[in-house]
């Protein structure tokens, strides 16, 4: 039959909240049928837009996955050596090993991941060592893929509606403290929300103190940490 399975995050970049990877498994109709039904990038799209096609998404789909990487998850992959490329590319696997699996290994499935690093080769390498079945796989990694492709769009909004969810617990938890913002490090709430609360919500777990952010902030804690901007 032949079946394509497209894969995408959201929330690799925010100081606040996790990382969402997203997977979902069409036939090649169903592939024509999400475009039809409007299905594009996320960042493309508005929130309410975003939630109904993520409900249509689901409903014709063959099967999707969705896995969450904590802020405390990424620091600690971080601080023992697992960069956030690495981190990505197991859970990429872990979404492909939960797919392909049972009746779909006797299917050729087309796997499309938007990759996010610069060097796809490398990344792709990488991402083959955590997948426990290739044999009936074809892996294609590219950048922008979730703007060409409507798998990896379907994916892609899956993802960032989970992110939004997610975010939406925080900022109820935390709401006696104020509005942190979309949790980007560009963020002026946000920005403004760790440096009010920063040093009283340190070990909630809701922030990713390696980044530079919050090192910059908070400059005697984490020295020894490796530093990433936000990406």
């Known amino acids: 039959?032949?079946?394509?399975?497209?894969?995408?995050?959201?929330?690799?970049?925010?100081?606040?909240?996790?990382?969402?990877?997203?997977?979902?498994?069409?036939?090649?109709?169903?592939?024509?049928?999400?475009?039809?039904?409007?299905?594009?990038?996320?960042?493309?799209?508005?929130?309410?837009?975003?939630?109904?096609?993520?409900?249509?998404?689901?409903?014709?789909?063959?099967?999707?996955h969705v896995v969450q990487s904590s802020a405390m998850e990424i620091d600690e992959s971080i601080n023992s050596g697992v960069n956030l490329n690495t981190l990505e590319a197991k859970k990429t696997a872990h979404i492909i090993n939960e797919i392909n699996q049972g009746k779909f290994t006797k299917e050729k499935i087309k796997v499309i991941v938007d990759c996010p690093s610069v060097n796809i080769l490398a990344w792709q390498t990488t991402l083959e060592k955590f997948i426990n079945h290739l044999e009936n796989l074809e892996i294609h990694c590219e950048h922008k893929a979730d703007f060409n492709h409507p798998s990896v769009s379907a994916a892609s909004i899956l993802a960032k509606v989970t992110r939004e969810e997610e975010v939406a617990k925080i900022k109820k938890e935390y709401s006696k403290y104020g509005d942190i913002g979309s949790g980007y490090p560009g963020d002026p709430k946000t920005k403004e929300f760790l440096k009010q609360h920063g040093r009283e919500l340190e070990n909630s777990g809701i922030f990713r103190k390696t980044w530079a952010t919050w090192k910059t902030m908070f400059p005697e804690k984490g020295n020894n940490q490796s530093t990433l901007k936000g990406f």
């Open 1 to 64: 039959m032949g079946l394509i399975l497209g894969i995408d995050d959201s929330g690799r970049g925010p100081l606040i909240g996790p990382m969402i990877l997203a997977g979902v498994l069409l036939t090649k109709e169903q592939d024509a049928r999400v475009k039809k039904e409007g299905v594009a990038d996320s960042k493309l799209l508005v929130h309410s837009t975003r939630v109904k096609l993520s409900g249509m998404i689901r409903e014709n789909c063959l099967k999707s």
